[in-house]
């Protein structure tokens, strides 16, 4: 399978806790985002990458949230202290460069913190 | 204001039935626009992009009104598969992509 991947599909854990999540781009691409999305609600941006720089980090994150692209291949996204408001689902999904050209999603994690 | 904005719906019409989406977007600057389509507990799929002269996919037509800061998504003809939630989405000149809330279509037989 050469799509985006994203370990684990589903992780349940304590609040408080620390969790990490890894997403594997499709091989070639450059750009990498970070998605949250809850029931009704579009995916809301949390950041995104060029090969291994962190372009854009969404303000409405908080320092609980760190996101690293080490090698400008694969990508982990950090939660600390997790709190039961960060259940959602986390989606990645990698794109070449270019205006117009197609992003991939991953299946996504879904986290769930109890 | 969210940078891109769209009715939730949810729009229920019958099959046969003709529907429009219609998205507003904040940043004049933005570069390119898409329509995703989302099934339930499914991740996000390209249904097409939109460009300036407006263009057609079978039964799906996108239009982009840059001076209105305006994008719209008809379907023709529904069918019961097109019962998704539709997704607006924009790119910033940074490459950024951003998402509207969705706007769900149920398509009833």
């Known amino acids: 399978d050469t799509g985006v991947s994203q370990n684990p599909r589903h992780k349940i854990t304590k609040r408080g806790q620390n969790v990490t999540f890894r997403c594997d781009p499709i091989s070639e691409h450059n750009r990498l985002y970070w998605y949250r999305q809850t029931l009704g609600q579009g995916p809301e941006f949390l950041t995104y990458?060029?090969?291994?720089?962190?372009?854009?980090k969404s303000r409405l994150l908080s320092d609980r949230f760190s996101a690293e692209r080490p090698k400008g291949s694969f990508s982990t996204l950090e939660i600390q202290r997790t709190e039961q408001g960060d259940s959602a689902m986390y989606l990645c999904?990698?794109?070449?460069?270019?205006?117009?050209?197609?992003?991939?999603f991953g299946q996504g994690t879904r986290l769930t913190v109890v | 204001r969210k940078e891109v904005e769209q009715d939730p719906g949810p729009f229920n019409v019958p099959e046969g039935a003709t529907v429009a989406f219609n998205c507003t977007y904040s940043n004049s600057a933005s570069q390119s626009f898409f329509w995703y389509r989302q099934d339930c507990r499914k991740e996000p799929k390209l249904l097409m992009s939109?460009?300036?002269s407006g263009n057609e996919d079978g039964r799906f037509t996108a239009q982009l009104n840059r001076a209105s800061q305006y994008i719209s998504l008809l379907i023709r003809d529904s069918k019961l598969s097109d019962s998704a939630t539709y997704l607006c989405?924009?790119?910033?000149?940074?490459?950024?992509?951003?998402f509207g809330q969705g706007t769900e279509l149920s398509v009833k037989p």
């Open positions: 999904a990698s794109s070449l460069v270019g205006t117009t050209t197609e992003a991939f």
């Open positions: 989405v924009v790119r910033n000149q940074g490459g950024k992509l951003i």
């Open positions: 990458f060029q090969n291994e720089a962190q372009l854009e």
């Open positions: 939109v460009y300036s």
